[in-house]
């Protein structure tokens, strides 16, 4: 380790192919299940029954809505969002905030993004998220309490996961009679603190054999922060084919649903401070994709720390080179996030599984 002043960097995947923070690895066999786990995951599979419309049995669909969300200067902006979906490995989305737009296409094992901006509004992109209560793998969740909360109205059930390494915890809550999700916690882990980010569903509606909500929001430690309303979710049974074509100039990224190794830095050189910033406090928060050839592609700063902070993290992360994520032990482009914690610490690199 060097004694010199240098910023902190971690690595946080982003990809649905690892578990997140928190989050059981493996699960022995061996291994008999808690009356807690039992339950929670009883509770979890009954609102993914009830309310999951991109269920292997559930038709082809529409969805439109619009949403409103906390700018990054404070202002109140609005946006709207399309999805056609099909299956789980043919789809498309479309987050359209004033002249700035982003489209995601799925397919059987890459997701392709095009941003019409390198600047897309960050709370916008979480959009595709809301509208999907279950796009966490909840087969690996670890429960320690499910509590009863009579005083809400609906009266719900809330199941909290163990503690994870760094003291996370994520929370679910379920309307005691329909079985509906109503609410998730999600922790947001940042350098000085952790912030909680919670999201919450109503107004549920009849579509097909699913309930779904029409109504839903988003607080970051009781601020609001992102609010949507479905406005159309209609049945598309011949979607145009060519919806599902990967967009000239989108950045691809990987699916992997076998075996799969993240990305590990080969050659990391340290950012240095900006000039006349030295002993000064900051972080930058990098998303970046690792190509196939290890190589850091669309690097774009997700939450800033400075102008000069930020141009010193993506100078320095821009020479980064890497030994590809692989998928059954094939390289797979991935989704990565690098965060450069401006302090008096020597440089180190931890991976977040």
Not at 306 to 333: H, I, N, S, Y
Request: with cysteine.
């Amino acid at each position: 380790m060097s004694s010199r002043t240098v910023p902190v960097l971690q690595i946080a995947l982003l990809s649905a192919c690892f578990a997140l923070p928190g989050f059981a690895q493996e699960t022995p066999i061996a291994v008999e299940k808690s009356e807690i786990q039992v339950r929670a995951e009883a509770l979890m599979a009954r609102a993914h029954r009830l309310s999951d419309i991109r269920a292997k049995s559930t038709p082809a669909f529409r969805l439109k809505a619009t949403f409103r969300f906390v700018g990054k200067d404070l202002e109140d902006a609005q946006g709207t969002y399309t999805e056609v979906w099909v299956s789980d490995s043919q789809w498309r989305r479309e987050t359209v905030v004033k002249d700035l737009r982003r489209i995601e296409v799925g397919t059987p094992n890459r997701i392709w993004t095009l941003d019409s901006t390198t600047d897309f509004p960050e709370p916008a992109t979480r959009v595709p998220n809301l509208m999907n209560q279950f796009h966490s793998d909840s087969a690996t969740l670890e429960f320690e309490s499910i509590a009863d909360n009579t005083d809400q109205k609906p009266a719900e059930q809330c199941a909290t996961t163990k503690r994870g390494s760094q003291q996370e915890q994520y929370k679910f809550c379920f309307d005691q009679k329909s079985g509906a999700l109503l609410a998730t916690l999600s922790p947001e882990i940042r350098p000085k603190n952790m912030t909680d980010y919670s999201c919450f569903y109503g107004i549920f509606r009849k579509f097909g054999d699913s309930w779904f909500p029409r109504e839903m929001a988003c607080l970051e430690d009781k601020h609001r922060q992102l609010e949507a309303k479905v406005e159309e979710l209609t049945a598309e049974p011949s979607p145009d084919p060519s919806l599902f074509k990967p967009p000239p100039g989108a950045i691809e990224r990987g699916r992997c649903s076998g075996t799969s190794a993240h990305p590990v830095p080969t050659l990391s050189p340290e950012p240095g401070f900006p000039t006349g910033t030295e002993g000064k406090d900051s972080s930058v928060l990098l998303a970046l994709v690792v190509d196939i050839q290890g190589k850091p592609q669309d690097l774009k700063v997700s939450r800033s720390g400075g102008k000069g902070f930020d141009e010193a993290a993506l100078a320095a992360v821009q020479k980064w080179r890497f030994k590809p994520a692989t998928c059954d032990g094939e390289p797979m482009p991935i989704e990565i996030r690098v965060e450069a914690n401006f302090a008096h610490q020597s440089m180190m690199v931890t991976p977040r599984h």
